[in-house]
């Protein structure tokens, strides 16, 4: 699978699209897309999802992602990552931000797992399409406070995406009582991935009220993959992102996510990705 880096905390473009020539890529940023003409298809973590004017969706650092273009699309594209919208903001600012953006990315991850996220509201889209005409112009003059603006916009579009998400998954104000078993599994997992204790059978089996010798035929019927192996993939994602994105040791990302040690990080990084840590960094940062 090929692997796409964002080399700037921020990008903005309009382009057209006849045909998707490459394979599905991963992508190790956020993307805002809002389709301005044609139809076909979109293609997310193998899951297929129509599109047409108008549509927008929102893809996750961690999702997988490609078009099968029947009409000629044309398209305006918002990638940006937690350091663009860490900018020039105070320490607790930049906090709440990150944290919001962790919140984001299991939600949308989940979605973008299972099903197709569908704006309802008439008035939501409109904003959302104002929002984004703005974004252009203030990105292509690039006045002063330009970025400030810029943070400002992607902030309160995730906001509406966020609440039609929310919205359409069924959750109450006071939780996810409503969620789907599986949906709050893999959202247990990638919440608590740095805890091992809780990513256990037995501590799962209770928490979901299942029985321990059916969580591993539970997961695997809903995800095609063993619950060991969705952990071990989504480390390693993880681990990737921090060595692309981060100046942390391979050491501290080893402690963060809860590996045994370095070299426990090491060999399983090694095992799934084909070089060290240290090789693909390196190798990231000269692409």
């Known amino acids: 699978m090929k692997h796409k880096q964002l080399h700037q905390p921020f990008e903005l473009y309009v382009s057209d699209m006849a045909c998707w020539r490459e394979r599905p ?101 409109q904003m959302i399409s104002t929002l984004i005409a703005s974004m252009i112009g203030e990105y292509q003059q690039k006045q002063s406070y330009h970025e400030e603006n810029l943070q400002h916009f992607v902030t309160l579009i995730l906001n509406v995406l966020a609440r039609n998400v929310s919205d359409s998954a069924g959750t109450t104000a006071t939780g996810m009582d409503s969620e789907p078993l599986i949906n709050k599994l893999l959202l247990h997992v990638r919440q608590h991935i740095n805890e091992s204790e809780k990513l256990r059978i037995d501590y799962l089996a209770g928490h979901f009220n299942l029985s321990a010798n059916y969580v591993g035929e539970y997961f695997r019927k809903f995800t095609g993959e063993s619950l060991q192996q969705y952990i071990t993939q989504y480390k390693i994602k993880l681990v990737q992102q921090r060595l692309a994105h981060s100046s942390l040791t391979v050491s501290q990302i080893a402690e963060e996510l809860g590996f045994t040690d370095e070299s426990h990080l090491s060999r399983q990084f090694r095992k799934h990705s084909g070089v060290s840590p240290v090789e693909y960094r390196k190798n990231i940062r000269t692409v």
């Open 25 to 125: 890529l991963v992508y190790h940023f956020f993307e805002i897309v809002q389709v301005l003409e044609g139809e076909g298809t979109r293609i997310v973590n193998r899951n297929r999802f129509p599109y047409k004017k108008g549509s927008i969706f929102l893809f996750t650092p961690l999702d997988c992602r490609g078009f099968d273009i029947t009409n000629v699309t044309r398209f305006c594209s918002i990638r940006f990552s937690e350091i663009f919208l860490g900018q020039c903001r105070s320490t607790e600012d930049r906090e709440r931000i990150t944290l919001r953006l962790k919140q984001l990315e299991h939600i949308f991850y989940h979605h973008n797992r299972f099903q197709e996220l569908l704006i309802k509201s008439p008035g939501d889209c």
